[in-house]
């Protein structure tokens, strides 16, 4: 083994800064200790790992992208080697990179941070809500040692396990002639106004539904806001569809709206735990996936 971990470590803080004097602050250590970190690991493997650009600091390359995500799984795993060396358990200790969808984070991330801190108290989960899409590149680059999403489709180099699924449901307005049916078809829902919850992917999963079934929706309104979806339709502006609803029938502007089950031939969406297929995870992450898989159950919410 050519490098060292201090060289990692050097490499690493700067990828996260993306600036060589910044990246030696944070390290106490002098800008020529990364600058000379960086070109030992560039020349040992012959990479380049950075571009640099004057005035703007330093981007990773492909080839550092890639490097950065291995650094940082190894990093994470030295540093749990170490807490463990130190004492029985202490490996179960210390920051937790976790990604959660932004819709699917209202719903669960507060019992979750109050449940897991319980459960760990050592370990500081630190959540960021993301759309699939960034989600998805935070696990390849070792952003993220976990992810909670929907089960949109994933690349290669993501490994996902299901922990639950959820309905999709049909948001109305409360007075719309629809909502005095207990389930819908999408069928029915085609010729009225759609709102359609335009996040990356998640369009795309709302619209192949209709499309599966020869339907085209009329959609009137787009937006990536799930709580304006919900005040469109109670302003009678359209219906829309959505897995996970609040619990009140209550929108922010004191609108009202109705929630209506569809039919069974439109399945449940799944929730997974995805990471890096590559990636072991460190005892902080497989702890936090068993303490998912456990609380969910695989039950269909």
């Known amino acids: 083994m050519q490098f060292s971990l201090k060289q990692l470590a050097y490499f690493a803080a700067a990828a ?12 106490n ?16 493997y012959a990479v380049t ?14 080839a550092g992208q ?7 799984a190894l990093l994470a795993h030295a540093a749990d080697f170490e807490r463990a060396a130190r004492g029985e358990g202490e490996a179960l200790a210390g920051p937790l990179e976790f990604g959660c969808f932004v819709t699917l ?4 991330l507060p019992a979750l941070l109050k449940g897991f801190g319980a459960a760990y108290p050592k370990i500081q989960l630190r959540p960021r809500e993301g759309d699939h899409a960034s989600l998805c590149r935070g696990l390849l680059t070792g952003a993220f040692a976990l992810a909670l999403l929907y089960d949109l489709g994933f690349e290669d180099g993501i490994a996902a396990q299901p922990v639950a699924a959820v309905p999709l449901r049909a948001v109305l307005p409360a007075r719309h002639p629809l909502a005095r049916k207990r389930v819908l078809p999408l069928a029915a829902l085609a010729p009225y106004p759609f709102i359609l919850l335009d996040l990356p992917q998640s369009a795309d999963y ?21 709580e304006l979806a919900r005040g469109l339709v109670a302003g009678g ?6 897995n996970l609803v609040p619990a009140l029938d209550r929108t922010y502007d004191g609108g009202r709206v109705a929630v209506r089950a569809l039919d069974d031939s439109v399945p449940a969406l799944k929730i997974v735990v995805a990471r890096a ?3 072991r995870p460190t005892s902080r992450a497989q702890a936090l996936s068993d303490y998912l898989r456990q609380s969910f159950g695989g039950r269909v919410i």
């Open 49 to 62: 790992l950075f571009q640099r650009r004057r005035a703007r600091g330093i981007d990773l390359t492909p």
């Open 16 to 27: 996260e800064t993306g600036n060589i004097s910044t990246a030696a602050a944070r390290m």
């Open 66 to 72: 890639r490097l950065f995500a291995e650094a940082r």
């Open 105 to 108: 984070a209202p719903f669960f």
């Open 237 to 242: 502006h359209g219906y829309s569809l959505l």
């Open 29 to 44: 250590v002098s800008q020529p200790s990364i600058s000379l970190a960086i070109a030992a690991l560039e020349k040992d």
């Open 277 to 279: 297929a590559q990636a």
């Open 206 to 226: 709302f619209l192949a539904l209709f499309r599966a079934r020869g339907l085209e929706p009329r959609i009137t309104h787009r937006t990536p806001s799930f």
